[in-house]
């Protein structure tokens, strides 16, 4: 087992985002979170890797509880790479130096081994020509294949994706889909959360819909799409697809 | 008309040469200590335990609150002799100019920092660095970047309010336009005379400050 949340409420002052939420991912499974605005995908996935705080409940990362205070959350994210909407590159590095960062700053891998590593991840995601460029100059696709590519340089375990495309001009989306759907044919343990259904449909060993705080309804995506079981469930999926 | 302003200038000058190297260097011990305390305030006070960042508050509180002329007398007349048996005044003004810019620096330090937006720490923090890797090397180096500019204006406040240490006969300009005037009965020549080499060190700070800031943008 990957990541078992249990129990997981999340409040943000008298407002509790997140009522109760019971998952788990196991290894190589490509988990989709779809759902409305404001339904909690997003808290949920910060909360596995501790970006928010957790009000109650559990959140194991392969049995270790991240709840727990004693627990070395520097080291366990080590093994959760996180992408982010926003990108989130450093824009006073090269493309190069944000992906060495970590494992150099981090993991002190050797400047040469971190640069080789990143040169390869540069390559997989299309953009070794963009080694020397800063963040700046690239697009919204690049920037967040690069996030990408950053993200996999500690060589994580699993990897959680927050809207990945959401902040992405529409002829930018294919290019990102791409890459993470080539990293889920690799192998990768994925938590997705994101609108584009047809990733979902087509990557997704199960998708997730949450509303209101609650997971409503999951199941595998084909079965989901077609036949979904909670009223609420159908509402949106009739709005989106 | 008694003495001619030319011969008087002619001869302080050896005191307006010493008295700007003075103010140069009081004000190059307040930049020193001031940032590099200034700092240490600044993260004080961003600590997320209220009682530990009580005292750097109330430090920035009073630093900026109150009078630098007061803080000046206070130090010189109040905290230096208690510590050192002695006032002096060299000592004292390094010290009151460098509190009194920490606590400047470290508001500035502190706006720069929360102006870099929080993403940022997250990404870093997400790649497994803790609080302070994800400081060093991702929010600090953008920041001050951004704090330049209202840094710049600081130091050049700085060596104005040196002058406020002619008061404690730190033997700075100010302090010898002064013993000029008093000695020929005159006002216009050495103030005047002193006007013009303040705006000389301001003008080549902001020069300075300038360049630095190119040079960065261009990097």
């Known amino acids: 087992m990957m990541i078992k ?220 799409f077609a036949h979904p079981n909670e009223e609420r469930t159908k509402a949106f999926l009739s709005k989106v697809l | 008309m008694g003495v001619n302003p030319i011969d008087i200038i002619r001869e302080y000058l050896p005191f307006l040469a010493s008295g700007t190297l003075f103010t140069i260097g009081f004000s190059l011990a307040g930049i020193v200590f001031g940032t590099i305390l200034g700092l240490l305030v600044c993260f004080g006070k961003m600590l997320n335990n209220k009682v530990l960042s009580a005292p750097f508050v109330c430090y920035i509180t009073f630093f900026r609150g109150t009078p630098l002329f007061v803080q000046i007398l206070l130090i010189h007349f109040g905290v230096v002799p208690a510590i050192f048996g002695q006032s002096n005044g060299i000592i004292s003004g390094i010290v009151a100019l460098s509190l009194n810019e920490a606590a400047y620096i470290a508001e500035v330090f502190r706006a720069g920092i929360q102006s870099i937006d929080e993403g940022q720490t997250e990404a870093a923090r997400s790649l497994g660095m803790n609080r302070l890797q994800a400081m060093r090397y991702v929010v600090l180096p953008q920041a001050v970047h951004r704090v330049l500019p209202p840094m710049g204006n600081e130091f050049i406040s700085l060596i104005k309010d040196s002058s406020l240490l002619a008061a404690i006969a730190a033997p700075e300009l100010t302090y010898w336009a002064q013993a000029m005037g008093a000695q020929y009965a005159i006002t216009w020549t050495p103030y005047l005379a002193i006007s013009f080499i303040y705006l000389i060190l301001t003008l080549t700070m902001s020069f300075l400050v300038n360049r630095l800031e190119r040079r960065m943008a261009t990097k």
């Open chain 1, 5 to 224: 949340v249990e129990n997981l409420k999340k409040s943000f002052g008298e407002n509790e985002v997140l009522k109760k939420i019971n998952l788990e991912v196991e290894k190589q499974e490509v988990v989709v979170v779809i759902g409305p605005s404001g339904s909690g995908k997003s808290t949920l996935l910060r909360c596995i890797n501790l970006l928010e705080t957790i009000t109650s409940g559990h959140v194991f990362i392969e049995g270790t509880d991240i709840a727990d205070k004693t627990a070395n959350i520097n080291k366990i994210r080590q093994d959760v790479g996180m992408v982010f909407q926003q990108f989130n590159l450093f824009p006073h590095m090269t493309v190069l130096d944000n992906i060495m960062l970590a494992p150099t700053k981090v993991k002190k891998v050797p400047k040469e081994q971190a640069k080789a590593k990143a040169m390869e991840l540069l390559g997989k995601v299309g953009l070794a020509e963009k080694a020397d460029a800063y963040p700046d100059s690239l697009s919204g696709g690049q920037k967040q294949r690069i996030a990408i590519a950053r993200a996999l340089a500690m060589e994580p375990k699993m990897m959680l994706f927050d809207e990945p495309t959401s902040a992405l001009d529409p002829e930018m989306v294919g290019e990102v889909l791409d890459v993470m759907k080539q990293l889920a044919k690799d192998g990768m343990t994925m938590v997705v959360v994101t609108h584009e259904m047809g990733f979902a449909r087509e990557v997704g060993d199960r998708v997730i819909f949450m509303d209101g705080g609650y997971i409503v309804e999951e199941n595998e995506p084909n079965q989901l």
